[in-house]
Each structure stands twice: as C-alpha cells, then as structure tokens.
C-alpha cells in the first residue's frame, strides 16, 4: 500500500472536526445508557409482554439497527462486541417467543425482514473475520436458494413462492391480524382497501356491511397470502452478504437470476415494475390479469414507498455482485412512470395517506410547493400523490453518475418548492430525510451543511437521552416499538460526512461508501482516537477527502475506496509542507503553513496515511470505480503492516 504523510501543521481548527468528535464522545455514552436501562444482562431486550400475530421479530432488532454502523465509523472499541452480544441476546429471546428458529426469522414479509437485517448485515460487514456470523450469513442465505429444504424458491418460475417465507419456508397467507378487515381497524382507513375490485366493496364504509369484513380478509388470504411480490426482491441481500465473503457463485447467480426475472416482468409491463406473480409464474395470475395488488405492493399500503426500496435494494446488490450498472434500468422505469404523472402542487400535509409525515419533514405549511407524485395504483389508476422521495434517485445518481440519473436529480430539485440547503430538525427511525442539503453540499452550494448537520446530530441524541430518561424501565404489553422511538444512536449525518454516501437503505440494504476510514495502529474500521474526516466532494472519477488529527499522538489512517475495496485509487493529489512555519519568533503575525501541491501514483484499493499530532492533509482521489471484485474488507494484521 502506498504511504504518505500529513505534514500541514493545524492553524485553524476545523469546527466541523471539532464537532465530529464530540458527536463520537456524546454517542459513546448513548449507547451505553441505553443498554444499562432496557437490557438484560444476556443482551436481550427487558420485556415482561405478550407477542400478538407474526408481526414483532423486526421491532427487537431495530433498536439496534445502526450500532455497528457506528463502530465502522469510529465507535468504541467494544461497540462492535457489544452489537454482536444483542444480536445473540435478542435472537435467544425471540427463539423462545417462537418466532426465529435456527437463528432466523420463522416467515413474515420482506418488507419487514428487511427492518430487521441492518443489526445482523452490520455486523457482518464490521468483522468478516468473525467465523459465527459468516456461518450465518451463508446458511441464511441458503434459505432461499434453489433446492433448500425450505421451498422458498421455486426455480421453475424463478419466483419465490409466498409473501410470508424465513427460515421455516413459505407460510401461507397474510397473517392472523388480517383474517378480518374491519372498518374499526385502528389507523388503517388513511391506507384505503387492500383490493378493490370485490363485488360491493368499493369504498371504506362498505366493510361496515354483515361479513364484509371477513370477505375482504379472506380474498387477502387467498390472494395476497401466496404466490410472489416485488418487496420479495430485498431477499437478495442474503446471498449478496453471503457471496461478499468469499465469492461463492451458488449466491451470484440466484440473486441475479431472481433479479432478472423481475427485471423481464418490468420490461414487459413498459417499464413499470409489477407487484406480483401468481404460483404458476404469471404477472396477475391471483389479481385477474392485474400487475398491481399484490402484498406491500402498488394498492396497498404504501406502493412506492416499499416498492422502490426493495427495487433498489436489489439493483445495489446487482452492482456488488457484478460491478456492471445494466440493471439498474427496472428501478428508472418505475420512477420515471411515477414521475412521468407528477405535477408541482401545495396542500401536501391533506394529499394523501403519508402527507402529514412529509409536511413535517419539509416544514411544508399549506402554501408550500412541492413535485408531487402518485405512490400507489389501482383499478381507477394512480392516485396518493405525495412529495417523490430523495433516496432511490439519489442511490441512482451515487451509483452511475450518469447524466440520465443526475437530470432526474436535478428534476427534482427544480421543482422543490421548499430551500434544499435547510437542515431541518427531524429524526426518523430509518436514519434518513436530510439527503438535499448533502447534495448541495457536495455540489459546493451549501458551504455550512457539515457544522449544521452535525449540531442537527448531537440535537438528535441529546432529545433521546431526554427521552431515556423518562421512560419506563420496559414497555407496556404489545409496545414492541418502544425501544427503536428511544435508540439514541445516529448515523446518518457521519456516514454522508465520513464515507461519501448515503446512509443504508433501511429495508434490507447493504452499506456502501466511497470511502471506508479505518485505524491502522488498532487493526479496525473506524476514525483513529482524534482524526476526524470529511468527504468534500465526489463524482464518477474524484474523491475529495480531509483528514485532521486534533490529538497528541500520531495516527494511521488507511484510505480504502469503496465500501467492499471495489474501486481504485489511481493517484493522491495532496500538499506537502515547505519550510516557512512557525516563522521568525520575533514576528507578531502567525504566519499561514506554506506547502506545495504533489500527486503520487496509488494504484490500489487502499491508500495508508500517516497524520502527526495536530496535523490536517487534504486528499484529491482519482478513483476508478468497480476496477476490482467487491469483497467485505477485513483490516485485522494492520498494526503489524502499518506500525
């Protein structure tokens, strides 16, 4: 690896540096104050309540979803060991509650497995030496491909085969909750009927009719409880996870042949990704002929929400395994279909079922203007119109930069009615929302985001600790959401800041950077004790990154590029000191540092930089993207190669 040296002595100290840091010390603490109020010592979750239906495997994840993102950033050391003790802890607790069995979940949709992944995904990330978790990766992903024992897969029609699957093969139906479909339902009127092409069951107020509820909750049974569904397709993370270790080609070629049925399903439905596919591996074979309909799909309940996640998802994992772009096209066809149909219009908060949750995220009031487009379908055509979400665009454009998915972007932001530099005080659960002002931001538009993202960030965890402190020891019975409302621990603004990239998707997505920051001297991935980073800008060809170390003792950072070591660094353009500082003691004025600029050839994946105490190097990358196999990246034996 090729080595260089910070030789710029600080003048200035960076506040954003400043702030990283103590964003890293105030985190350090969350997590521990979170442990010691709701865990028990074996790391499960404290929880004296019932479980009710399928629904919960998901909810005693997520409260841990992001500590190992965390640690890869620069977390405490026994951060990464603590993960791994919940992951085990929880898993025992929901084995006993009956609903994981051989360490995974038992059979729910995808939608929600895809919510309970990110804690084990992380892990497996952070510490690929960690032979327990690879052995889980791969008999994980086993689970769905061709010939498991669990039937999940039917390779005759290259679907698989039920809604519900896990570990205990495809469960049939919808679920218990879903027997009926009441009008009574708590909170679901705003989401509308399931289907809507039943005799007599047209509007809201018909399932207040004898036995219509029950009709409605049977055709769900039936209709949505078998055969395939497009949310189905962040399945292929498992074996993308699988395959990161050791490229084994078993995992390649399901994911990309399960892709790629779906991507023919699109291409054949111009362009439109279907939601479902009958057991006989037809497009509409449950739903008369209909492309729409199906489980979490385009009519119910969240349509593009939960479609493009998944769409995405996959096509990312497309990328990992084959570092080509060909198949990102299903997930355009589906967002220029949406977008094709939208129209810039205000009253965002009364538009539809999410709107209050927009309106919220964007201060919108009801003057605010925003490009509204339909997230769901159904036998009338598009309708819930809400504000077109930032992320898949933004992972098209971060992965391509091709000028096709940058003018969609930029479509986009033309059309915002509201001010994309704003960083606005909101923290959701999916560690997500502030991707406009980091887009202006890297296109040098929004010089003050790093400071006001990280203010926004310690903001974050300070109102959790306030919330810590007065809540229970332990939810109320059924309040298994308790814990992830109270996890103290956030990532989004240091990943964008840190690695170049957008937080993981949530819903079963894999981490990605453009540039991995690990501690050479600690053989570890993670900002050194002290260094802080900050990636400035990032195109198809450039990385630009500053690294400053505030502390008393020297540090090894090493520079990989890309998350899973897939791109090259071609060259480092950097300055280096010239004699000139401190300057004549006799003068009053302190002198600015002289340096000239130098660039080297790398020629790596890796790029090993030494920084002094009190030094700062800003690095100008020319990168090659996807020049090599990806693979999940192990810095273990860096002290004895760096030291």
């Not at 404290?46 to 992001?66: I, S, T």
């Not at 949709?109 to 889980?136: K, T």
């Not at 479909?181 to 509007?203: F, S, V």
């Not at 000191?577 to 080297?600: C, K, L, Q, T």
Request: charged letters at 25%; aromatic letters at 10%.
């Amino acid at each position: 690896m090729m080595r260089i040296t910070a030789a710029v002595p600080l003048r200035e100290v960076p506040r954003w540096a400043l702030l990283e840091r103590e964003l890293l010390a105030v985190l350090d603490q969350a997590w521990r104050r979170f442990a010691e109020r709701f865990c028990e010592p074996d790391g499960r979750l404290r929880y004296a309540g019932r479980m009710y239906g399928r629904d919960g495997v998901d909810d005693f994840y997520e409260p841990f979803f992001n500590w190992p993102a965390l640690y890869r950033l620069g977390g405490a050391d026994d951060l990464l060991g603590a993960a791994k003790h919940h992951w085990e802890g929880v898993t025992r607790q929901l084995t006993e509650l009956g609903f994981v069995r051989d360490e995974y979940e038992v059979g729910y949709d995808w939608f929600h497995q895809g919510e309970s992944l990110p804690l084990f995904l992380g892990i497996c990330a952070a510490d690929p030496d960690d032979a327990a978790f690879r052995a889980r990766a791969r008999r994980f992903a086993d689970f769905y491909l061709p010939g498991s024992s669990t039937g999940n897969y039917d390779a005759s029609t290259r679907t698989i085969v039920a809604p519900h699957t896990g570990s205990g093969g495809p469960r049939w139906g919808v679920g218990e909750d879903w027997e009926e479909y009441r009008a009574d339902q708590a909170g679901m009127e705003i989401y509308g009927l399931p289907l809507r092409d039943l005799p007599d069951l047209r509007e809201w107020d018909d399932l207040r009719a004898p036995g219509a509820a029950a009709r409605m909750g049977r055709a769900m049974q039936e209709r949505m409880g078998r055969g395939d569904t497009a949310v189905n397709l962040a399945a292929t993370t498992l074996a993308t996870n699988a395959w990161l270790y050791a490229q084994e080609a078993r995992y390649a070629d399901w994911a990309l042949e399960y892709i790629d049925a779906w991507r023919e399903r699109a291409a054949a439905n111009d362009g439109v990704l279907p939601d479902n596919v009958a057991p006989d591996g037809t497009v509409g074979g449950l739903h008369g002929g209909a492309w729409y309909g199906g489980h979490y799909g385009w009519t119910w309940p969240h349509g593009l929400h939960s479609i493009a996640s998944a769409a995405i998802v996959a096509a990312l994992n497309s990328v990992a395994l084959t570092g080509e772009l060909d198949r990102l096209d299903f997930v355009r066809g589906l967002l220029d279909a949406v977008l094709a149909r939208g129209a810039v219009q205000d009253r965002i908060a009364s538009r539809g079922s999410l709107g209050p949750g927009w309106a919220d995220r964007l201060e919108a009031d009801e003057e605010t203007t925003e490009l509204l487009v339909p997230y769901r379908y159904g036998p009338d055509g598009w309708f819930d119109y809400h504000p077109m979400p930032l992320e898949p665009v933004l992972w098209l454009d971060w992965i391509s930069h091709s000028a096709e998915d940058s003018a969609r972007l930029e479509r986009i932001r033309a059309a915002s009615g509201s001010d994309w530099n704003a960083v606005r005080w909101f923290h959701d659960k999916e560690e997500q929302g502030h991707e406009a002002p980091w887009i202006e931001f890297l296109a040098g538009r929004n010089p003050g985001y790093p400071e006001a993202a990280l203010e926004l960030a310690l903001g974050q965890v300070l109102r959790r600790l306030g919330l810590i402190d007065e809540a229970p020891d332990e939810p109320e019975d059924g309040d298994i959401h308790f814990w992830q409302r109270l996890n103290p621990v956030v990532t989004e603004i240091l990943t964008q800041l840190v690695t170049g990239a957008p937080p993981a998707l949530y819903y079963g997505g894999l981490s990605h950077a453009r540039i991995l920051v690990a501690d050479g001297r600690r053989g570890r991935p993670g900002l050194p004790a002290d260094v802080a980073a900050l990636v400035r800008a990032a195109t198809s060809a450039q990385v630009a990154v500053e690294l400053v170390n505030l502390g008393p003792d020297e540090q090894t950072v090493i520079l990989t590029s890309g998350a899973f070591g897939e791109d090259r660094i071609d060259a480092a353009t950097y300055a280096v000191a010239v004699p000139g500082y401190p300057g004549d003691p006799r003068d009053y004025a302190i002198p600015h540092a002289p340096s000239r600029s130098e660039r080297v050839a790398v020629g790596s994946a890796r790029l090993v930089v030494v920084m002094p105490p009190r030094t700062r190097i800003s690095l100008d990358l020319a990168i090659t993207r996807r020049a090599y196999g990806a693979h999940h990246q192990s810095f273990a034996g860096s002290i004895k190669e760096n030291a």
